[in-house]
């Protein structure tokens, strides 16, 4: 079965801490991307990644960078957390024409205190 | 900002269709229709997608619009466990990037 894993399911991180996301996938895809979503906000998009060493921003760049330093793994990280970064964070995958969709991972929600 | 227009929620009896509009009013030429949806904590599943013609696969079916500017998401028997948040994107199968809206949120009754 294929997946987009999504390293921890919970996470509890104070203020100002540096907080990496991690996030593999299995199926080859060219493309990942990172979402936050909040309730009322829906799903926004922070950065996507073409291929490896590539990335774009997306909507909500802002307080956070990313890696890829590899195909299959796409990092997100908060260089120093904030108590507003505190939602739920998704990763996806695609292949680089997204016909066949995105593959979800199940989610990090995160808590910055 | 999301392209789509969806009401924000609609009820279906289980067992009966559930029929999802979606209004995709700025679509190009080249964008597709996906619809996904998303269960109570967890990420959000592809269900399907089409260009211009209908489309059915064991989820579900899609009726795109002649003009391409509006869509409806049928789930043909609903059960209990279709509850969920649904979403009508509209995107470049080249660049690969989708924007969510708010979507619908369906709840099916007993």
């Known amino acids: 079965d294929v997946k987009v894993t999504q390293s921890s399911r919970y996470l509890v991180k104070r203020t100002g801490e540096k907080v990496f996301l991690e996030c593999v996938q299995d199926?080859?895809?060219?493309?990942m991307f990172w979402y936050r979503q909040d309730p009322g906000l829906g799903l926004r998009l922070i950065y996507f990644?073409?291929?490896?060493?590539?990335?774009e921003k997306g909507d909500i760049p802002e307080g956070y960078s990313v890696s890829r330093e590899k195909k299959e793994r796409f990092s997100l990280i908060l260089e120093s957390a904030s108590t507003n970064q505190t939602s739920m964070y998704l990763c996806?995958?695609?292949?680089?024409?997204?016909?066949?969709?995105?593959?979800f991972g199940s989610g990090t929600r995160l808590t910055v205190v | 900002d999301a392209k789509t227009t969806q009401p924000p929620s609609m009820d279906c009896a289980e067992g009966r269709a559930a029929n999802l509009p979606c209004n995709h009013s700025?679509?190009?030429?080249?964008?597709?229709v996906y619809w996904y949806r998303q269960i109570h904590s967890q990420g959000p599943q592809y269900i399907i997608h089409g260009l211009k013609n209908n489309e059915t696969n064991e989820m579900a079916s899609l009726i795109i619009t002649e003009d391409r500017k509006s869509s409806t998401l049928i789930l043909p028997h609903a059960t209990l466990r279709d509850t969920a948040v649904y979403y009508c994107?509209?995107?470049?199968?080249?660049?690969?990037?989708?924007?969510f809206g708010q979507g619908t949120t369906l709840q099916v009754k007993p």
């Open positions: 199926m080859d895809h060219e493309n």
């Open positions: 700025t679509i190009s030429g080249n964008e597709y």
């Open positions: 994107i509209d995107g470049s199968g080249n660049t690969g990037k989708l924007i």
């Open positions: 996806a995958s695609s292949f680089r024409k997204a016909n066949y969709g995105y593959t």
């Open positions: 990644s073409y291929d490896v060493k590539m990335k």
